[in-house]
């Protein structure tokens, strides 16, 4: 069960002490007017998503669940069952912030071929295709693990190249320009820009992306290594939740009791 959640909860026994009503009837009305109050702190919560986040995919806007708690008189909104290994995580660094963040697969891949040194993460370059949400676009990622024979490490994907694949890769067309790929370790120390058997030297971590054309060539990175990767809180979870319940809760209360006594008359 997911630990990364709030519950709209309330004891009313002030408020309906006088009333004419059963109850059973109390009951309903409450967790009528709780489930209500729930469904309005989702709706809040995707909408400071979107204010925070720059351009939230639909997965990070449809983390959230409204949940009732059996037995305990509340409601959960709560990161969806199946979500909540990446959600949870994810949203809690933006929520309380943090230096670290579980390995993603292709980080594993990569770590588990040689390419990525234990102990640090994978980002998006400077010239790498980023995807409509900024993240880094899954096709060059594939690319990049097929490059690498890291590609069978995920799960269902046997497109790892041959070497005649990556040949023909380098030497391109007459209308595409050839490419390759190459990893920088970290403590290179010659030139900077040199690339000496298949290795770059002094380049910062990563993996790069060297494309030919006529007698000359550029590189450019598509993927940095770091060591740690940092989340600076963005994402007021449970500020939102409480600011909304103050709110919502009391007029959702007061038209179910209302309800509940024309049911009465």
Do not use: C
């Not at 351009?55 to 009732?68: F, G, K, Q």
């Not at 994978?122 to 060059?140: R, T």
């Amino acid at each position: 069960m997911s630990e990364f959640r709030i519950s709209v909860q309330d004891n009313l026994p002030d408020l309906v002490r006088n009333l004419d009503l059963l109850p059973r009837q109390v009951e309903v009305a409450t967790q009528r007017a709780l489930l209500k109050t729930a469904h309005n702190v989702r709706e809040d919560e995707r909408a400071e998503m979107r204010r925070v986040f720059d351009n939230p995919t639909p997965w990070t806007l449809n983390a959230l669940t409204v949940r009732p708690a059996r037995n305990l008189g509340g409601v959960f909104v709560e990161v969806k069952d199946g979500y909540w290994f990446r959600a949870e995580r994810y949203l809690e660094l933006q929520t309380t912030g943090g230096m670290d963040r579980r390995l993603k697969g292709f980080e594993r891949a990569l770590q588990a071929v040689g390419v990525l040194p234990r102990g640090w993460k994978a980002v998006p370059g400077q010239a790498a295709k980023l995807d409509a949400f900024g993240n880094h676009a899954v096709g060059e990622i594939r690319q990049i693990l097929s490059w690498f024979n890291a590609a069978e490490m995920v799960a269902g994907s046997t497109q790892n190249m041959t070497a005649a694949t990556r040949e023909r890769r380098r030497r391109g067309t007459k209308k595409r320009r050839g490419f390759e790929y190459f990893v920088a370790h970290p403590g290179s120390r010659v030139g900077r820009g040199a690339w000496r058997d298949g290795r770059a030297q002094n380049l910062d971590p990563g993996i790069y992306r060297k494309t030919h054309f006529g007698f000359g060539s550029s590189i450019q990175p598509v993927v940095f290594f770091v060591k740690r990767t940092g989340y600076d809180p963005r994402f007021d979870f449970f500020g939102v939740a409480q600011r909304t319940v103050a709110r919502a809760f009391p007029g959702h209360m007061r038209a179910a009791l209302s309800q509940a006594l024309s049911g009465r008359r």
